[in-house]
T-cell receptor, first 109, second 115 residues
Framework: QQPVQSPQAVILREGEDAVINCSSS?????VHWYRQKHGEAPVFLMI?????EQKGHEKISASFNEKKQQSSLYLTASQLSYSGTYFC??????????FGTGTSLTVIP | DAGVIQSPRHEVTEMGQEVTLRCKPI?????LFWYRQTMMRGLELLIY????????DSGMPEDRFSAKMPNASFSTLKIQPSEPRDSAVYFC?????????????FGSGTRLTVV
């Protein structure tokens, strides 16, 4: 029931792009994305609802394919401040919500 | 608003002792969640409340864990007796369901170490 994220870890140089995927075995009502910096709490980035929408947040955007039960987070022109662990959160039927396995992103100069 | 407030930030206790973690959610939020985070298991939902009523406690590991929400502005998570395997970071989060743009707001967490 826990969504699986890929890759588990990625290292980027400043300015490079990255894609983080989130895949669920259950039908999805919505997908959340969060970023957690080391020693801090997860911080909400965005939510995507059913409808295959794509959302943006500065240079961070996401898509949601409900048929494939997948979501992807796109980080473009990465900055040092993007470093952290990214979690997806999936809302499934039965009012259940699960956080994904997490993807560690490190941006180096 | 000051956000979700948790106390204490750090707790070190001996095995067998009682531990109480506290949480003050954001005013007006009607859902409150308790999560536990470890390297091995990631973020695990322990229990959540809606309008102060426990809705799903299936994630509570065992009877040693209990949670209460006596009013809309306060919740506790109690572990009695504590064991070394309970060592983790415990997060409280709150949300306003229906406000789909907001997601969950997490507190700073309590890092619990049981020795």
């Amino acid at each position: 029931q826990q969504p699986v994220q890929s890759p588990q870890a990625v290292i980027l140089r400043e300015g490079e792009d990255a894609v983080i995927n989130c895949s669920s075995s259950k039908a999805l009502y919505s997908v959340h994305w969060y970023r957690q910096k080391h020693g801090e709490a997860p911080v909400f980035l965005m939510i995507l609802l059913k409808g295959g929408e794509q959302k943006g947040h500065e240079k961070i955007s996401a898509s949601f394919n409900e048929k494939k039960q997948q979501s992807s987070l796109y980080l473009t022109a990465s900055q040092l401040s993007y470093s952290g662990t990214y979690f997806c959160g999936t809302e499934v039927p039965g009012n259940q919500f699960y956080f994904g396995t997490g993807t560690s992103l490190t941006v180096i100069p | 608003d000051a956000g979700v407030i948790q106390s204490p930030r750090h707790e070190v206790t001996e095995m067998g002792q009682e531990v109480t973690l506290r949480c003050k959610p954001i005013s007006g939020h009607d859902y409150l969640f308790w999560y536990r985070q470890t390297m091995m298991r990631g973020l695990e939902l322990l229990i959540y409340f809606n309008n102060n009523v426990p809705i799903d406690d299936s994630g509570m590991p065992e009877d040693r864990f209990s949670a209460k929400m006596p009013n809309a502005s306060f919740s506790t998570l109690k572990i009695q007796p504590s064991e070394p395997r309970d060592s983790a970071v415990y997060f409280c989060a709150s949300s306003l369901m229906g406000a789909q743009a907001e997601g969950y707001t997490f507190g700073s967490g309590t890092r619990l170490t049981v020795v």
